[in-house]
């Protein structure tokens, strides 16, 4: 037969349109199982074996389709068959191949559509090709000990990536939930945001490091590069630039002069000290910072500048923890200076760093309260480095301590955007929300900090606070009953305080204080005088005037030592008003409250200054000026940043000295605060 007959008896026999029928009906089924078998975390070893069984599935196809006709008594051998009925079956078949071939192909064009439309994440933005998260690396020392080195690598390369413009860079808070290598990559991918995801691993022996490094497409599970790189330790910067450069590469992205700089930047020529500064990065990138991780990252980096005292980055880290001490624990002048020394040493080591500008907004945000020159700050840090998350959300802080809340909740949304799984901006936007009366959308941002934590103490005490403010006490309970004991946590017993004083269960809180003071940690000075605190409300409410006249004594006097070393500290001058309120001073719980406005006032901070005013309130209407205080009640109501509500002016006994003045009866009337 020659080829000319032959190309006819092929098409005499639809051995065409079974070839291009099989090609696309392949096609497809190969598009189908690269997107599903992913998403029910089938291996990709499985993808392969269906494309090997399709191409080896393509010649047998061809051969039946040559020797065999389908007819209306069966499918027959060709040379078995009457021709006239040949004849008929083929066309029939050739029908039927035909609408096979176009059933397919519409299915084909409308999975090339969809493939078009961009796939979007959970808060529906769409993901971006020139994208990608940086997921937790594996620590594969034998020291477990070791881990911190592994985080530290992962966040360097990691930051380095995030100052390309072109790319979007996922912040390292957000992916600290997930494992190292973990299965279900286009979940994750979608979670975040994201269209491509690194892996890795870190083998540190002595002074030798193994970093292993894998970029996937999430989509797909798809492998599109991968390095392994064996190194000294003093070399490992040559590494963080190699991974960020072939990552840009394969993503496409544009590169411009300086960010090459910043890729290829080596901060210190020290091994040591920078050991040192990674351990403080572990520790301080936590979406929490808990008092031991604050100490332990400070400890780090002010080993990492003792080792090199031109190490500016490190420098810069280390103003931000002492930034962060004084902002939460400790407001002496040693502290403010050495936040300030240490910002100093970067700002002339590093004046054109990102960080050090980072460092300066810290500084002067949190301990000198200049929030203009701060709020300067962030935006410039925030319009060269977009992909940091945490100029967006100092500028929301910086915001609302300005009184600025809408452009406050504008900022957090801007920091989610590149850290959608950050549980500290989450909670500090659901607090925000909650502060302007925005209780549904509180409830928003707090339920998806627990979808990623949902047994974090911290937001379930946020989301209890919600409940309580409503009055929603039975719900309130139910999140309560979720928490783990923790004596330690001052955020998780307020809310259960708050909850027990409400519920004018003073029984329960005398017990819940007096196990909580049993197991705290000694080293809490301020919570062990706060609890205190609670213990004698609890005790003076339940009838045991002796017992509750002892705590607050106790309480008192640890926060006058406190004073003696923070005389500025407007939040120990606030509990010292509670103190002396409770031991019968009143007019002087007025005088040092007013003295702790004073101290907010000098600094305009619109954030804190509602919730001293409050308490102001309390100990006016207690001293018998009930006109005055029932005036500030009145305007806290309507006030953004304030706490009370209808319903915890109703419950709560803090207000029990107002509790029969009909004027103060009318504001506990619920408006409709509820169901914004």
């Not at 961009?118 to 881990?147: C, H, M, Q, T, Y």
């Not at 996922?170 to 494992?179: A, D, E, Q």
Request: hydrophobic letters at 45%; aromatic letters at 8%.
């Amino acid at each position: 037969m020659n080829l000319k007959k032959l190309f006819a008896e092929l098409k005499r026999r639809n051995v065409y349109r079974a070839a291009v029928a099989y090609g696309v009906v392949a096609w497809f089924l190969t598009q189908l199982t690269t997107q599903v078998f992913p998403f029910f975390e089938i291996p990709n070893a499985s993808i392969r074996l269906v494309v090997i069984l399709l191409a080896l599935g393509f010649p047998i196809a061809m051969a039946l389709a040559w020797l065999y006709e389908f007819t209306p008594e069966g499918i027959m051998r060709s040379d078995e068959v009457d021709p006239a009925v040949v004849r008929t079956a083929r066309r029939a078949t050739g029908r039927i191949l035909d609408f096979i071939i176009i059933g397919v192909l519409l299915l084909v064009i409308a999975m090339l559509i969809y493939h078009r439309v961009p796939s979007r994440s959970e808060a529906g933005e769409a993901i971006p090709k020139k994208s990608i998260a940086v997921l937790p690396f594996e620590n594969r020392s034998e020291d477990k000990a070791n881990a911190y080195f592994a985080d530290g690598i992962q966040d360097e390369i990691l930051t380095r990536l995030s100052k390309v413009t072109d790319l979007k860079v996922i912040s390292r808070t957000s992916t600290l939930h997930y494992k190292s290598a973990p299965d279900n990559l286009r979940e994750i991918g979608k979670q975040l945001g994201v269209a491509n995801l690194l892996e890795g691993s870190v083998q540190k022996k002595g002074n030798t490091v193994l970093v292993n490094v894998q970029l996937i497409r999430a989509a797909t599970n798809e492998h599109l590069w991968g390095e392994s790189y064996n190194r000294q330790l003093d070399d490992i910067f040559s590494v963080e630039t190699e991974v960020a450069n072939a990552i840009v590469d394969k993503l496409n992205a544009r590169l411009s002069g300086a960010e090459k700089q910043d890729l290829a930047a080596k901060p210190t020529s020290n091994p040591e000290a920078y050991d040192a500064f990674l351990r403080g990065l572990a520790f301080s990138e936590r979406s929490y910072l808990l008092e031991a991780d604050v100490t332990q990252a400070l400890q780090a980096f002010e080993n990492a500048v003792r080792l090199d005292p031109n190490f500016g980055l490190a420098w810069a880290h280390l103003s931000k923890m002492h930034s962060t001490i004084f902002v939460y624990s400790d407001t002496s002048p040693a502290r403010r200076d050495a936040a300030l020394k240490a910002l100093e040493n970067a700002l002339r080591l590093q004046p054109d760093s990102h960080d050090t500008h980072l460092a300066e907004g810290y500084y002067h945000y949190r301990v000198g309260h200049d929030y203009d020159r701060a709020r300067e700050i962030f935006e410039r840090v925030h319009s060269k480095w977009p992909n940091n998350s945490e100029a967006p959300r100092r500028l929301a802080l910086v915001a609302r301590r300005q009184g600025r809340w809408d452009e406050s909740l504008a900022h957090f949304r801007k920091a989610l955007e590149v850290d959608p799984r950050n549980l500290q901006t989450l909670t500090d936007a659901s607090v925000t929300a909650r502060r302007m009366r925005q209780y549904q959308m509180a409830f928003k941002f707090i339920d998806r900090a627990l979808d990623i934590a949902p047994g974090d103490n911290s937001t379930l005490a946020i989301k209890a606070g919600i409940h309580q403010a409503l009055g929603q006490l039975d719900q309130a309970d139910a999140v309560l009953t979720r928490m783990h004991n923790d004596a330690n946590d001052e955020t998780a017993i307020e809310a259960m305080v708050d909850q027990l004083l409400l519920r004018h269960d003073f029984a329960s809180g005398v017990a819940l204080m007096q196990s909580t003071l049993a197991k705290l940690d000694s080293a809490l000075l301020f919570e062990h005088a706060a609890f205190l605190s609670f213990l004698g409300d609890f005790q003076q409410l339940g009838g045991d005037a002796a017992g509750a006249k002892n705590s607050h004594t106790q309480s008192r006097e640890k926060l006058q030592s406190l004073l003696r070393e923070q005389p500025d500290n407007p939040r120990l001058i606030g509990w010292l008003a509670i103190a002396s309120a409770r031991l019968g001073d009143k007019e002087g719980a007025v005088r040092l409250m007013e003295q702790a406005l004073e101290k907010l006032a000098a600094a305009n901070d619109l954030f804190e200054r509602p919730v001293c005013e409050e308490g102001l309130a309390q100990f006016q209407a207690q001293a018998g000026d009930k006109d005055r205080a029932i005036t500030t009640v009145r305007r806290l109501l309507s006030t953004n940043g304030a706490t009370i509500t209808p319903a915890i002016l109703r419950l709560h006994p803090n207000w029990n000295s107002l509790r029969d003045d009909p004027r103060f009866q009318a504001l506990t009337v619920d408006s409709s605060a509820s169901a914004k």
